[in-house]
């Protein structure tokens, strides 16, 4: 598999993200800036995350596009859009019930284009637990088949913090 990689355009009113190769936890820090920077982009009309050329996206990468969409919810007049081809990929975002917060097609309307990479944001190791820990409490809101999937994960990342703290 082929690391991940981030990249992304604004134009138009229209924020494109590119997510490709293998998305892992490792990126959670970028797409955790991305969500929190598109809820206050001014002029934002539009958002499309294109995931035609990722090979994986594990759920801690899944929990940030959440976010994603949540943060948006209440300030685009369309739902952001997914596009995916690959078709496990595209089995994951209906078993995680992505159609519910995204648009999700085949192929985009038109082709994005000036992509640029994003920065790698640096996250430290108890920095991204916490990540983790956030992506996964968001995708267990999503679906009670989540809530099912992920809450032994997130009842030991959170014993795990508690010891953590406490030594």
Do not use: W
């Not at 820090?29 to 294109?50: F, H, K, R, S």
């Not at 996206?57 to 300030?75: E, I, N």
């Not at 992505?98 to 985009?108: H, K, N, V």
């Amino acid at each position: 598999m082929h690391e991940g990689r981030i990249q992304a355009a604004f134009d138009s009113g229209v924020f494109v993200l590119k997510l490709s190769g293998d998305v892992r936890l490792t990126l959670c820090a970028t797409l955790d800036q991305q969500a929190q920077q598109l809820a206050a982009t001014p002029g934002l009309e539009a958002v499309m995350v294109d995931l035609r050329e990722a090979t994986n996206v594990d759920s801690t990468a899944l929990g940030f596009l959440a976010k994603v969409a949540m943060a948006l919810r209440d300030r685009l007049d369309q739902a952001p859009t997914i596009v995916v081809d690959n078709p496990d990929v595209r089995r994951m975002l209906d078993v995680m019930g992505f159609a519910r917060y995204y648009t999700l097609l085949e192929s985009p309307v038109t082709e994005p284009h000036q992509l640029h990479d994003l920065d790698a944001v640096p996250a430290g190791e108890a920095d991204t637990r916490e990540r983790v820990l956030e992506a996964h409490r968001i995708l267990m809101h999503m679906s009670e088949h989540n809530r099912e999937q992920f809450q032994p994960l997130v009842d030991m990342l959170e014993a795990q913090r508690s010891s953590s703290s406490s030594e």
